[in-house]
């Protein structure tokens, strides 16, 4: 088990170390600046995403992510702001 967290503690130091380079520097100061958003879920959402100018509207950047909202009704049973399951699943889990 401590070999396990080793290599994972060694996987998030290598993780921090390329977010301060260039290249990703801006785009995940940007994502940090989120309640709840560190380092490493900033950097997977910046690497899951690629250039989010692909995206010709915000609807489709978070159904691509999978975190659009649902309400469903049937039988006089309502449910409201359900988030769906679809989507990309690594950024469905962050």
């Known amino acids: 088990m401590e070999h396990l967290?080793?290599?994972?503690?060694?996987?998030?130091s290598n993780i921090r170390r390329v977010?301060?380079?260039e290249d990703y520097q801006k785009s995940r100061e940007s994502t940090c600046c989120y309640?709840?958003?560190d380092v490493?879920?900033?950097?997977?959402l910046v690497c899951e995403l690629g250039d989010?100018?692909?995206f010709d509207h915000p609807k489709r950047l978070v159904?691509?992510?999978g975190c659009q909202l649902w309400k469903r009704s049937s039988g006089g049973h309502e449910r409201k702001f359900h988030i769906s399951k679809t989507g990309n699943r690594f950024i469905e889990r962050q």
């Open 19 to 21: 977010a301060e380079q």
């Open 63 to 65: 159904a691509y992510a």
């Open 52 to 54: 989010i100018r692909r």
């Open 5 to 12: 967290e080793q290599r994972v503690n060694e996987y998030d």
């Open 35 to 37: 309640r709840g958003l």
């Open 40 to 44: 490493l879920s900033a950097m997977t």
